[in-house]
T-cell receptor, first 111, second 114 residues
């Protein structure tokens, strides 16, 4: 049973526009959420995180929104740049339990 | 430079031939883990280790073994590889267990079992 779901396998966005990547989860015990970014032939790298006590966290062009009632997480990238083209994984954990990863969304930013 | 290294990066082998994928981190992290990435399934944890000589199963441990004799190394052992273990493998480490410490991933090992 997939506890963390990314229902869009891919997303294509024009440079300069907003990219919105979505993630849904089923486990109400999750209290920490992260986004990782992965380029081809490299390991995932941490991008941004949010605790369940917050509903928004911002870091430069990246903002993560958390809607606990809907069990929904989203990553906004504004403005999108070609270098943002990568696979994005959302992940969640409950306390000090292991991270559960989603299936990933491939973002392509075109000129 | 702080990093997680894995070797080999690419490996093609045949069914039943034992292999080891090495993982080493130079950040003195306590927590290490192995994941496999498969299309449509994302990253799934195979095994993890909270510290030296402490290892435990993740979500998909069948067919794999690990050991943690030293803090920096966490090898993944496939005693008798099978084609369903063809995958992209990542080693990761973090200062402590749990998501409050972000994990640092190695570059990946692409394994093909014929």
């Amino acid at each position: 049973d997939q506890q963390v779901k990314q229902n869009s396998p891919s997303l294509s966005v024009q440079e300069g526009r907003i990219s919105i990547l979505n993630c849904d989860y089923t486990n109400s015990m999750f209290d920490y959420f992260l986004w990782y970014k992965k380029y081809p032939a490299e390991g995932p790298t941490f991008l941004i995180s949010i605790s369940s006590i917050k509903d928004k966290n911002e870091d430069g062009r990246f903002t993560v929104f958390l809607n606990k009632s809907a069990k929904h997480l989203s990553l906004h990238i504004v403005p999108s740049q070609p270098g943002d083209s990568a696979v994005y994984f959302c992940a969640a954990s409950a306390g000090t339990d292991k991270l559960i990863f989603g299936t990933g969304t491939r973002l392509q930013v075109f000129p | 430079e702080a990093q997680v290294t894995q070797n080999p990066r690419y490996l093609i082998t045949v069914t039943g031939k034992k292999l080891t994928v090495t993982c080493s981190q130079n950040m003195n992290h306590e927590y290490m883990s192995w994941y496999r990435q498969d299309p449509g399934l994302g990253l799934r944890q195979i095994y993890y280790s909270m510290n030296v000589e402490v290892t435990d199963k993740g979500d998909v441990p069948e067919g794999y073994k690990v050991s943690r004799k030293e803090k920096r190394n966490f090898p993944l052992i496939l005693e008798s590889p099978s084609p369903n273990q063809t995958s992209l493998y990542f080693c990761a480490s973090s200062p402590l267990a749990g998501a409050t410490d972000t994990q640092y991933f190695g570059p990946g090992t692409r394994l093909t079992v014929l």
